[in-house]
């Protein structure tokens, strides 16, 4: 189970009950895997998901298993790094993605801590076993929001398990009349709409006379048709969008096929941006209120951002 599992196939094995589990430092391998579950086998994935993490670090991490690693958490990960050889990269892109969970940490406080794990040998004439860490007091981290936990998944790992961008971002488009993928389903044939969800393939088969894009939000998938004729009025915003917003009619075949017959389209990439803490204008949650990495065009990413939040969901699938 080695492919890539993308936010979509998570989506189709969550709605036939099977459970898939977070990628963690202490039961992850490279590759996903089944693991015994309560009532069917589990998907863990794999560490191979994580953005620049190299096959030989997972390799020793699977080794180094066989250690013991008793203690606090972070006796636990100092354990990991040594007895892994792990250098300080391997451990930074593995409290990024949030893989140190079972270790008693979450992403904010891992990567606080592993920023202060040292990687070196021991200075000559310590003792063996000796900590390199020193006792600190608690820095009192602010709790990472989730919608911040989800963007930052996504950064590092393509996917989320802990919800989908477009959750937090509902309200927004709520309040300006803009469908879920649900409603779409749930409308007459004929009716005029407005969806907005995040881009997952740009198609333009045969003769190219239609593109077809599919769109996901929180509640699934709508399939929009656009006539070349329009692709052409509006080709940089259905080239660029990663997060897209269409206006059309939904046609619904007798077979039970459901398009929206797309007639005007809006990049909102620049929305994803509110999913950051430091966004001026971060939708405001509830912690009831739940929560997928694409390639924000530069002109909709604000002045002196952190250049990881240019990318908040992975490509598309696109023609070319």
């Excluded at 310590?126 to 602010?142: I, M, T």
């Excluded at 003769?207 to 929009?224: M, P």
């Excluded at 909102?268 to 694409?294: C, K, N, V, Y």
């Amino acid at each position: 189970m080695g492919f890539y599992a993308p936010a979509q196939i998570i989506g189709c094995a969550r709605d036939h009950g099977v459970e898939i589990r977070a990628i963690d430092a202490a039961h992850s391998d490279w590759d996903n895997k089944l693991e015994p579950g309560d009532s069917a086998p589990a998907v863990r994935l794999g560490l191979r998901q994580i953005d620049g993490f190299r096959e030989d670090w997972a390799d020793a991490i699977m080794k180094a298993r066989n250690a013991t690693f008793t203690g606090d958490a972070a006796q636990k990960i100092e354990a990991l790094a040594r007895a892994a050889n792990l250098p300080s990269r391997a451990l930074r892109l593995l409290a990024d993605a949030d893989a140190f969970r079972s270790f008693g940490y979450d992403r904010r406080q891992a990567l606080w801590e592993v920023r202060r794990t040292p990687t070196d040998a021991l200075p000559l004439f310590a003792a063996a076993d000796a900590r390199e860490l020193g006792e600190e007091e608690d820095p009192l981290l602010p709790e990472m929001p989730l919608s911040e936990h989800v963007a930052a998944d996504y950064q590092t790992t393509r996917l989320s398990l802990k919800a989908h961008p477009m959750s937090f971002l509902r309200p927004l488009f709520r309040r300006e009349g803009v469908m879920s993928s649900k409603q779409v389903r749930d409308a007459s044939d004929g009716t005029r709409a407005k969806v907005a969800g995040v881009v997952l393939v740009r198609q333009r088969p045969g003769e190219g006379k239609a593109i077809f894009i599919t769109l996901e939000d929180e509640t699934g998938v709508t399939n929009v048709l656009l006539w070349a004729r329009d692709f052409e009025k509006y080709r940089r915003p259905v080239m660029a969008a990663r997060l897209m917003e269409v206006h059309g009619i939904i046609q619904k075949s007798e077979e039970g096929v459901i398009h929206l017959m797309g007639a005007h389209v809006v990049d909102r990439t620049a929305e994803l941006g509110r999913l950051s803490e430091d966004h001026p204008t971060r939708i405001q949650l509830s912690r009831a209120d739940a929560f997928e990495h694409p390639q924000q065009p530069r002109e909709n990413v604000p002045r002196g951002t952190h250049p990881r939040n240019v990318r908040i969901l992975p490509p598309s699938r696109d023609f070319h």
